[in-house]
């Protein structure tokens, strides 16, 4: 009986994979969720804010770097995701640290501490980690984004989404004095 309809339907004929990747993407999403939660508690409105920024700075920093020419000179093929991935998280990690003795810090210690609340922060928090997730996707080979299913390959990698995650935060910067 279902054999017939299964045969007669190239979507479901095809390959069971969609069933099983659609399973995976409510996981993901139920992750970032749960991920996004515990950020928003534990840490401040003004710390996710920070690490906001830091990762806009180090996408800036990564996207400026000529890589051609420094592999040119050491005669190496381009980086590496991977060495992309671990120079963006540890540019984060650097800039979070770094950036509170700025005068970015003091604008963060006299304005944006007052009227902190919780829900703010767990929103901006969830901007926080998908704006990470986008930037880290980013970096990957378009052979292994490519190996994604079509609903993260779409939400996180192909435009507009991808345009729209990664202005999400500043726009909820700006709505969430």
């Known amino acids: 009986m279902f054999g017939g309809i299964i045969r007669n ?3 479901l004929a095809a390959s069971p994979s969609h069933i099983i990747s659609g399973g995976w993407n409510y996981l993901f999403l139920a992750g970032l969720i749960v991920v996004a939660l515990i950020i928003g508690f534990l840490l ?4 996710v804010i920070l690490i906001i920024i830091s990762a806009y700075f180090a996408k800036v920093v990564l996207d400026a770097i000529p890589w051609n020419y420094f592999c040119h000179l050491v005669k190496l093929s381009s980086p590496s995701s991977d060495v992309k991935i671990f120079l963006f998280a540890a540019l984060v990690v650097f800039f979070f640290f770094f950036l509170p003795g700025t005068a970015i810090g003091i604008l963060f210690r006299n304005r944006i501490l007052r009227g902190i609340s919780r829900w703010q922060s767990i929103i901006l ?3 926080m980690v998908i704006l990470l997730i986008v930037i880290v996707i980013s970096f990957l080979p378009l052979a292994t984004v490519n190996q994604f299913s079509p609903f993260l390959a779409k939400y996180f ?3 507009p989404w991808r ?3 990664f202005i999400a935060p500043i726009i909820g910067l700006f ?3």
């Not at 401040?44 to 710390?47: L, S």
């Open 175 to 177: 709505i969430l004095k």
């Open 163 to 165: 345009f729209i995650w």
């Open 157 to 159: 990698y192909q435009e």
């Open 125 to 127: 928090s969830f901007f």
């Open 44 to 47: 401040r409105r003004n710390r």
């Open 9 to 11: 339907n190239p979507a």
